[in-house]
C-alpha cells in the first residue's frame, strides 16, 4: 500500500507562486506514475497533471499548461507541483495520486490518493 503525504498548500495572489509538495511511502516509488488532481467547492475532481515513474512524461490540463509544472525526485520519493501566475479560478483543494502504470488524466485510473492540501488565490 502506497501513503501519499500532500504540503505546501496556502494563501496567495493573484499573479503568485506555490509549490506543492507530495511525499509517498514504499520503495517502488519509480513505478508509480503520480498525478495531481484538485476539486473545487461543488465542482468534480479535475485533472491537473500528470507525471510518468521516470520522469519522461508529462502531460497537463489545458487549463494550467504553461503556468504549472510537475517534477519527481525518486530517491526522495516525492513529487512536486510548481504553480506560477495563478489565478482565483485555480482555487481549490489539491490532491496527488499514485497509479503502477502510464500517466493518466483519468481518476477512476488511479490507486491511492492523499488527503489534500488547500490552495486559496486571492484576486
Known amino acids: 500500500q502506497v501513503q501519499l503525504v500532500e504540503s505546501g498548500g496556502g494563501l496567495v495572489q493573484a499573479g503568485g507562486s506555490l509549490r506543492l509538495s507530495c511525499a509517498a511511502s514504499?520503495?517502488?516509488?519509480?513505478?508509480?506514475?503520480m498525478g495531481w488532481f484538485r476539486q473545487a467547492p461543488g465542482k468534480l475532481r479535475e485533472f491537473v497533471a500528470t507525471?510518468?515513474?521516470?520522469?519522461?512524461?508529462?502531460y497537463f490540463s489545458n487549463s494550467v499548461k504553461g503556468r504549472f509544472t510537475i517534477s519527481r525526485d525518486n530517491a526522495k520519493n516525492t513529487v512536486y507541483l510548481q504553480m506560477n501566475s495563478l489565478k482565483p479560478d485555480d482555487t481549490a483543494v489539491y490532491y496527488c495520486?499514485?497509479?503502477?502504470?502510464?500517466?493518466?488524466?483519468?481518476?477512476?485510473?488511479?490507486?491511492?490518493w492523499g488527503q489534500g492540501t488547500q490552495v486559496t488565490v486571492s484576486s
Open positions: 514504499g520503495r517502488t516509488f519509480s513505478l508509480y506514475s
Open positions: 495520486a499514485s497509479v503502477r502504470g502510464p500517466p493518466s488524466a483519468s481518476v477512476a485510473n488511479y490507486d491511492y
Open positions: 507525471i510518468s515513474g521516470s520522469g519522461g512524461r508529462e
